[in-house]
């Protein structure tokens, strides 16, 4: 009954369920009445009335000096989630006090379980815009510098390269939901690497293979394109010769594998493992937060792996299920 409790008013006090958790409690007590109280003060009450007690004076005594009002049997407890004041219990018939703060208990730690659930969703919008804003601007000055000079002496090069950057910016800076396709994510790949390759010239070689059959696949927006964009700029653009970026799709029983591989610069093994860790430079955050997204959707196992050494270029991999339930574009 206690479990039970705590699952209906894992909605808050203002939920759809919270009549139900008052039921469950007059029966956890065996009590006459009990009422459970949101922060604005509305109570939810079943069974009888206190006869000589004002119970919303004891609701409104509690919120404003979030202590036990009234005594048995009729009491008022505040209850708390993360050291803040959350709701009121009050129970009428009471015949003690232990079972009744044992239940403001087990209520305020459900209050607050459901608070971190909604403060990690939170945390995962907030790394979702982040990775929206990290466009970078050494990237747009010199594509839009490109396109310029291209808009004389290549008029139709041009004006492909301006409709790859709106398409890329847009799908980048939209307010999209939290997933997409494997085609869709493909797609901003495309354009950014052909913005990429006016940019770097003979710099940037690009090898893009996906099997048709993962294009369906739902998987969490902006997943893919941070990872090529973590290959081109610290893989190939600060290395003096060319590089190669292959981008590569395909289904393994039912797993979507996707790898993006490089053969730039790579990095030591331990530096690696700090930035998935969230330990690593300002600039390494879409490797971090993509790799966090993954896990709290899939589960740990489904997770980035890196391959990679110094002077060995870097693998990434990217390993979703084929179908998810709760996941869909």
Known sequence: MARRVAGDVAGGLSGPRVRAAVRGVRRLLDADGAGLADLTGRLEWVGQTPSGV??????????????????????????????????????????????????????????ERTRLEAMADQAAQAELRALRAEISPHFVYNALTVIASLVRSDPDRSRELMLDFADYTRYSLARHGDYTTVADEFHAIETYLALQRAVLGDRLRVQIRVAPEVLAVA????????????????????????????????????????????????????????????????????????????????????????????????RVVVRVPMFQPGVMP
């Open 54 to 111: 004002d119970v919303m004076s004891l609701v409104e005594d509690v919120l404003h000096r979030e202590t036990k009002a009234g005594r048995l049997p009729t009491v008022a407890l505040p209850l708390h989630a993360r050291d803040e004041l959350s709701g009121v219990l009050v129970v009428a018939g009471a015949s003690r006090m232990g079972p009744v703060r044992d239940v403001a208990d087990w209520i305020s730690d459900a209050l």
């Open 219 to 314: 998987i969490p927006y902006l997943v893919l394109q941070p990872l090529v964009e973590n290959a081109v700029r610290h893989g190939i653009e600060p290395r003096s010769k060319s590089g190669l970026v292959q981008v590569r799709g395909e289904a393994e029983g039912s797993d979507c594998v996707i790898s993006i591989e490089d053969d730039g610069v790579g990095m030591d093994p331990a530096v690696a493992e700090r930035v998935l860790a969230g330990h690593g430079h300002a600039d390494s955050v879409g490797l971090t937060n993509v790799d966090r997204r993954l896990r709290n959707v899939y589960g740990s196992w489904f997770g980035l792996v890196v391959e990679t050494a110094p002077e060995a270029g870097t």
